[in-house]
C-alpha cells in the first residue's frame, strides 16, 4: 500500500474520532508541519508527519459516556 494515499474511511461499528487539535469557533480540524504552518486538510501534512503522528482520536469517547451517565444521574436526583 502507497502510503501517500491513506485515507479515513468510515467503518460500520468503530469508534467515533475526533481531531486532535480543532479552530475555536469552527471546530474545523487542524494540522500542521514541522514549520508550524496551520493546515485544514491532514492530506496536505508531509508523509513523515502524517504517518509519525496521531492526529485523530477515540479517547472523547470514554469521557462521554461517563458524563452522559453522569448527566442522566443528575436528572434523575433532580426530579425527586
Known amino acids: 500500500m502507497n502510503p501517500t494515499l491513506r485515507v479515513l474511511l ?4 468503530s469508534h467515533r474520532i475526533w ?4 479552530e475555536i469557533g469552527s471546530n474545523k480540524a487542524l494540522f500542521a508541519d514541522r514549520d508550524g504552518i496551520v493546515l485544514y486538510d491532514v492530506a496536505t501534512v508531509s ?7 496521531g492526529w485523530y482520536t477515540d479517547k ?8 452522559t451517565k453522569w448527566l442522566q444521574r443528575w436528572h434523575e436526583v433532580r426530579s425527586q
Open 47 to 53: 508523509l513523515e508527519r502524517r504517518l509519525g503522528y
Open 19 to 22: 481531531p486532535r487539535f480543532a
Open 60 to 67: 472523547p469517547e470514554q469521557s462521554l459516556s461517563i458524563y
Open 10 to 13: 468510515p467503518k460500520p461499528g
